[in-house]
């Protein structure tokens, strides 16, 4: 007896009506705002905390220049508040991901194919790991040198002169680091986004060395448009992004459908 191709690579699904689905997918949307809400509380409770961590590399720069009265204001009665309100929420998104995800997967994942689960769950797996990567580059080492650098333009007190000295609002500078962390870790998805396109075939690994010039300047391009107007944010996320792409071709090679053998 002869097996096909669906026999071979089945579909762990059974058929179910539409209404099920439907409440399947209620069921799966609504684990995952359960799970939003209780992160939501969560971070909104140590919102101060979570602050204070962000805003961690600028105090340990103003203290090493000697700033000990050195202070983040607000200038509306209503502006921290919401800057807490702002935290809480980025943190809830952030810690809630994963069970947004895997509500996700568990909804879609009966109707694919043994091989395409195989195909699909490395990109899954990589995604936040690329993101966290991401993040941590640019908490860890762009946010002191490019604080170091916009701090540099204070100027002392002198004869005859104001002094200018930073007295960050609480939240544009909110805005700021989520910003820049969020453009590096979003950034750092780029080898995902290209290997999956090799994968399905709509790119080529020939096509993605012929173009390596121009993925490039565009690098540097797209690195200018989503970080501040400075040579080091801009450098620092431009540098990586084109490591990632020569890791890219690698990974390409090796999960690239191969072309059939040409029979004699």
Do not use: N
Request: one cysteine or more.
């Amino acid at each position: 007896m002869s097996t096909t191709a669906e026999d071979e690579d089945p579909i762990d699904d059974k058929p179910m009506p539409l209404m099920d689905h439907l409440m399947e997918l209620r069921r799966r949307l609504l684990w995952s705002a359960i799970a939003f809400l209780i992160s939501f509380g969560v971070c909104y409770y140590f919102s101060q905390q979570i602050y204070g961590f962000l805003a961690r590399p600028l105090a340990t720069i103003l203290q090493e220049q000697g700033g000990g009265d050195r202070r983040m204001i607000f200038t509306a009665l209503y502006e921290a508040f919401f800057t807490y309100l702002k935290v809480a929420f980025f943190g809830a998104v952030f810690f809630s991901f994963p069970i947004w995800a895997t509500q996700l997967w568990l909804f879609i994942a009966p109707g694919l194919y043994r091989s395409e689960k195989r195909a699909v769950t490395p990109f899954l797996v990589a995604s936040p790991i690329l993101f966290l990567m991401g993040a941590a580059l640019a908490y860890y080492f762009i946010f002191p040198l490019a604080w170091h650098f916009f701090i540099s333009f204070e100027t002392p007190a002198g004869a005859g002169s104001v002094p200018i000295q930073l007295e960050a609002k609480v939240s544009e500078y909110l805005s700021l680091v989520m910003h820049m962390i969020l453009a590096f870790g979003i950034a750092f998805q780029m080898p995902v986004a290209l290997v999956l396109l090799c994968r399905v075939g709509i790119l080529s690994v020939a096509g993605l060395r012929k173009g390596r010039r121009y993925a490039i300047v565009g690098m540097f391009a797209l690195a200018a448009i989503i970080t501040p107007p400075d040579v080091i944010s801009q450098v620092g996320l431009a540098i990586p992004l084109i490591l990632l792409y020569e890791i890219s071709i690698l990974f390409a090679v090796w999960v690239a459908p191969k072309p059939p053998e040409e029979t004699k």
